[in-house]
């Protein structure tokens, strides 16, 4: 049976060593002063910022994001020994062009993201998120109108908070996707469907992508209304504007403290394929030095109480592991073909 309560438990990360991208630490100087090891009078000088800016995009309530952004800051400040301010922008594309104008220089972001913050920004993607013991995830599709897109009986799991969770089409026992896909066949090009972010790849790229294998629709002609976040796209659905949406699995989980019947009101039918987790990357522009002091800093928070905490409550992320570029190359083929339909 499916684990009810999935975004709920909060693991330590295990101590991870992070491949080190060069740099000694010691003090750069500049022009015909001494150099330091390694460098030559070849070598141009990166002078890193005084303060930094880490930027995230809403998943849940937009006041409570702030409130737990400027913790995180605080926190990873703390352990970096550098202040951080943080930034929360109305969508991915608006983080990757604060990465690009260097307004931002520590982003958060999903994986279809994070490969645009290298390719159009310069961006170095250095740590992927970890939840449940693993580095992928995928979209679910859910709905208010189970008799039309379950294809089967709605199974009703309880919660240990005692809220209950509607699933069908074998979503309650898959622990990966994609799952539940002849229902996808019934959505026609006209159906309305709550979507998450124009940049969102469980909120868009992947779904939509599937749409178009499954149910051979025009991925750029769907009638969609992108919510602006995970727990806004559910709530469309709960409301009834619209009769089926996406989000990331089990994003239910952010909504139900307010709505303890939302696992009820929205009934999940089907899954994606696995799509890489979310991920941090830090401006290219910053000396190798500073880059993985971040990412060992971020980390080093992470193996924290508080920091695990701090680190559920934005993103519900369970641990940091360094960055596959090679599975992240799968995102980027998706938003490639994408772009091309």
């Known amino acids: ?3 009810a309560m999935r975004w709920a438990a909060v693991g330590a990360a295990a ?11 010691d003090e750069e100087t500049t022009g015909g002063e001494d150099m330091t090891d390694g460098e030559t009078s070849g070598e141009e000088t990166v002078e890193d910022p005084d303060t930094l800016v880490l930027g995230l995009v809403p998943s849940q309530e937009m006041d409570s994001l702030v409130e737990d952004a400027d913790q995180l800051g605080t926190l990873i400040s703390d352990e970096l020994g ?3 301010e943080t930034t929360v922008t109305e969508s991915y594309a608006a983080l990757v062009t604060a990465m690009q104008t260097g307004q931002a220089h520590i982003g958060m972001f999903g994986p279809i ?20 013991g693993a580095s992928t995830y995928h979209t679910q599709w859910f709905t208010n109108d189970p008799d039309t897109y379950c294809l089967d009986e709605v199974v009703e799991v309880e919660n240990e908070d005692g809220s209950t969770y509607t699933f069908c089409n074998g979503t309650d026992e898959a622990e990966t996707g994609p799952a539940g896909e002849d229902a996808l066949a019934l959505i ?16 868009y790229y992947y779904p939509a992508t599937q749409l178009e294998r499954v149910a051979e629709l025009d991925p750029l002609s769907l009638n969609t209304q992108f919510a602006g976040g995970h727990p806004n796209s559910i709530i469309n659905v709960a409301s009834g504007d619209y009769p089926v949406g996406v989000s990331f699995d089990d994003a239910r989980n ?35 030095d500073l880059q993985q002091r971040i990412a060992d800093a971020m980390v080093a928070v992470m193996e924290t109480e508080e920091g695990a905490q701090v680190y559920d409550d934005v993103y519900s992320i369970e641990g940091l592991v360094p960055a596959d570029l090679d599975a992240l190359d799968a995102a980027r083929q998706v938003e490639a073909n994408f772009a091309g339909l």
């Not at 993201?113 to 449940?132: K, M, P």
């Not at 006209?190 to 909120?203: E, F, L, R, Y």
């Open 113 to 132: 993201a994070l490969v645009q913050a290298a390719d159009q920004s310069g961006a170095e993607i250095v740590l992927q998120s970890v939840r449940f």
């Open 82 to 84: 550098i202040p951080i």
């Open 254 to 288: 952010n909504v139900v403290e307010e709505n303890p019947q939302i696992g009820e009101e929205v009934t999940v039918f089907a899954y994606s394929d696995e799509i890489p987790n979310d991920g941090v990357a830090v401006a290219g522009d910053l000396s190798e």
């Open 1 to 3: 049976m499916k684990r």
């Open 188 to 203: 026609e090009q006209d159906t309305p469907i709550s979507m998450v972010d124009a940049s969102s790849a469980s909120g």
């Open 15 to 25: 101590a991870l060593a992070l491949t080190a991208c060069g740099g000694s630490g």
